[in-house]
Structures are given as structure tokens and as C-alpha cells.
């Protein structure tokens, strides 16, 4: 399907991340699981548990697809909280909702079709953003976690969870056998995708790794800000506060 989606002017990569989600928007949920052998489940409810979110808050998930992190988050803020789910792709973000809507979960949450470099978004809105395997897509991260900040309350965090750079000795040539040549054949297997799998994996080995973005993230503005390696820096999960 491509609900929701019009074709602009955009950047070749942006382009290529798009058809990569249209593509794969309706295996998605299977192939996360495949992928990390669940284990995405336990990086996400890390990022639930420290995330201090509670009830009444206002929490923006960008770059949140089909949801598994809005649909935790709605159950705790509760009926006087509120929680966007927001994406850029018009059929990862109708998964989203179809799903969470069959969850039962409605009255306390948005779905807004949104680019994370300029977000449509009043100053100074939420108390959390989370970005959970998103901000590797995005063209313009600078951008990105510029409008973040302008949209996080005073004394509102945001947490970014990301593929980062594997700091166990020998984990690297490990990770590496098994993005580039395992995953694209699960994608081939499972989703008959092979190519959108590979985009994945190298889009991985592009992104900046823990100490870079933590830099990017004290330019942008934000202050405090650190992280925390997950499965041998496989993962990472930056945090920081804008006040
Ligand atoms: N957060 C979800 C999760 O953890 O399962 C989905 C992650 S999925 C790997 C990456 C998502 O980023 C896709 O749904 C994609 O459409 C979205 N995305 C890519 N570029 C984006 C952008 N510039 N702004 C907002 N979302 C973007």
C-alpha cells in the first residue's frame, strides 16, 4: 500500500528510504524479530524502563513505524497524556495504526506523517522524544536533532536508540559476516527483498558511531548527554536533556 504517500522532489537517499519502507512496511514486524532474534524487544523495553516517562505526558515517538514503542508509551501516559507517532512513510505509519488500533490503544494517541528534519510540531511540546532505529535514515541528522530540540519542553530528554559501533574485541568481524551477507538473505528469503535488506546493513555501517552523535547531540544544544552500549555497542542508546 501507499497510504498516504506523495512523491516530492527529495534526495536520492531519502528516495531510496522510502521505497526501502514501502517495501518492506508489511513484513516488518516479523523481520525485526527475525533479524535481532527478538532481542530488539529487550533494546526497547531498556529504553522504556530508564525512559522515566509517566502519566500525563506529552511524548513524541519519531521515526516510529509500526509503533512498538507508541503503544507502550500510550499505556503509560494514560487518558490525560498524549503520544505522537509520527513518520515520514505513509505505510509504515498505516501499520502503525492499524495495528496499535487493534490493540485497543485510541483517545490518547496522533499519527503524523512528518519529516524529522523539520517537524510540524509547536515549540517547546513534548517531554520525551524518542527516535528508535530511525535517525540512521534520515538525510540531514544535524537538522534533525535541531528541530528535536526546539520541540522538547525545557527539562524534557530525548532518547535516541541506534546501531552503533561494537566495542568487543572480535564482535565486529562477527556483526559484519552477519549483516552483509546473512541479513540480505533473510530479506530474500522472508520478504523477497533482498536489496532493501542490504541498504539496511550498510546504512548500519554508515551511521556515526557513539562518541559522534553524542557530539552531534551537544551541538544541536543538548546538554548531559551520554549513552549506553547495549549487546557489545551493537546498539546504543544516547540520551540528553535540553533545559
Ligand atoms: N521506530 C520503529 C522501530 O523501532 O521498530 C521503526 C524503525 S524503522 C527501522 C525506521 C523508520 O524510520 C521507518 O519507518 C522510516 O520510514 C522512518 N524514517 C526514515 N527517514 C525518516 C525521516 N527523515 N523522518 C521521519 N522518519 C523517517
Redesign the pocket.
Known sequence: THFGYEQVPVTDK?SK??DV?HSVADK?DIM?DLMSAGV?RLW?RYTIETSGAKKGDTIL??????G??AAKFARIVGPNGLVTL????GS?LENGRQRLTNMGIAGNIEYVQ????CLPFADNKYDLIT????LR???DKDA?LKSMYRVLKPGGKLMI?EFSKPVVPGLSTIYDQYSFKLLPLIGKVVANDEDSYRYLAESIRMHPDQETLKGMMDEAGFERTSYHNMTGGVVALHTGYKF
Do not use: Q, R
Open positions: 531519502a528510504v522510502a519502507f516488518y525485526n530488539h526497547k515517538d519519531l521515526a516510529g513505524g509500526t512498538d514503542l509520527s513518520d515520514i512513510n509504515m512528518a519529516n524529522a528534519e527516535i528508535a532505529f530511525g535514515n534520515v538525510t534533525a536508540l
